[in-house]
């Protein structure tokens, strides 16, 4: 796949940060991540539109893969958005359109691990992690080459909460792989606590607001057993504008779009958190600020 003429990504130069991350150790595996791609499958889902545009990346030398973008007419903000293990860009239309309708143009791109990239048995897991990153980081580039001088938030769904995460600054064991750009971290759900790779000095280093949406129903059999494991990268992070919202009867697919009810407040929470965060938006702020609603839970640190 040839990169789009025209519109060249500036590069960053190499510092072997990719190579640490694809050498982890067999130690980080993800073994259990393959449940959650049964189960993200397991949900039914509504027919989507496709985004604004979709265009090649080159995220290496060697390896190319798609861009989906979402844009408004107006862009007051930028959204980087990775999905959970096995998914694909579209499969979250309903959700990144609504954020697109908020003046948020949504860049997501295509992971090696998604069911929809060509040649995706040639990765690990381990491998998958990494090219995770570098999908994230040429699309990072790809946003301030157009859009330099909007703020930018990280946003992810499951495994993607986690990319997210990396980018506002946690694991920084792994090496500095921090966005600057990234002002704020959205996630929707998490892949919960991997063994071997999330400790609790994982989120020490997370260095920008976070809000993180599950619901008490959130397990992934074999993986996931406990919901409250999703609420770890809140207790963990250091104190000072982290929020997570339990919202009951929510289970991992929760903004897969059923039940409607709780699609529709995941969405809300969601689009309230860029609104304040990236805009200054005091109306939204007010919104996050508001006691939960009837059944659900709240963590504030």
């Known amino acids: 796949m040839k990169q789009q003429q025209g519109s060249r990504l500036p590069r960053r130069p190499a510092d072997g940060r990719h190579g640490r991350v694809r050498a982890m150790s067999a130690r980080h595996v993800f073994a259990g991540v393959l449940a959650l791609v049964l189960a993200m499958l397991a949900v039914a889902q509504p027919a989507v539109a496709a985004p604004s545009t979709t265009l090649p990346l080159q995220v290496s030398p060697g390896r190319a893969t798609t861009l989906a973008i979402w844009e408004p007419a107006q862009v007051r903000g930028v959204v980087l958005f990775s999905s959970g293990h096995g998914a694909w860009p579209e499969r979250y239309e309903r959700l990144l359109q ?94 919960g606590r991997i063994a071997g790779l999330i400790g609790p000095d994982s989120y020490a280093s997370l260095a920008v607001p976070l809000l993180l949406v599950t619901g008490d129903e959130d397990r992934v059999p074999g993986f996931v057993t406990d919901p409250a494991d999703h ?7 250091p104190a000072g504008d982290r929020l997570a919202v339990v919202l009951p009867g929510g289970g991992h697919n929760l903004i897969g779009g059923e039940p409607e009810a709780l699609f529709e407040r995941a969405r809300q929470l969601g689009t309230a958190f860029l609104q304040s965060r990236l805009l200054g938006d005091d109306t939204a702020r007010q919104r996050l600020d508001a006691a939960p609603l009837a059944g659900e839970r709240g963590l504030r640190r």
Request: glycine share 10%; proline share 8%; no cysteine.
């Open 231 to 237: 609420l770890y990268p809140v207790q963990t992070a």
């Open 98 to 191: 609504s954020w697109a309708d908020a003046g948020f143009v949504v860049l997501a791109p295509l992971h090696v691990d998604s069911l929809r990239y060509p040649g995706r048995e040639a990765f690990s897991l381990q491998q998958g992690f990494g090219e995770r990153l570098a999908d994230m980081r040429a699309t990072s580039a790809y946003a301030h080459a157009h859009w330099p001088d909007v703020p930018v938030a990280a946003a992810g769904h499951s495994l993607g909460t986690l990319i997210s995460a990396v980018l506002g600054g946690a694991l920084a064991e792994l090496g500095p792989l921090r966005d600057p750009t990234v002002v704020a971290v959205l996630g929707y759900s998490s892949p």
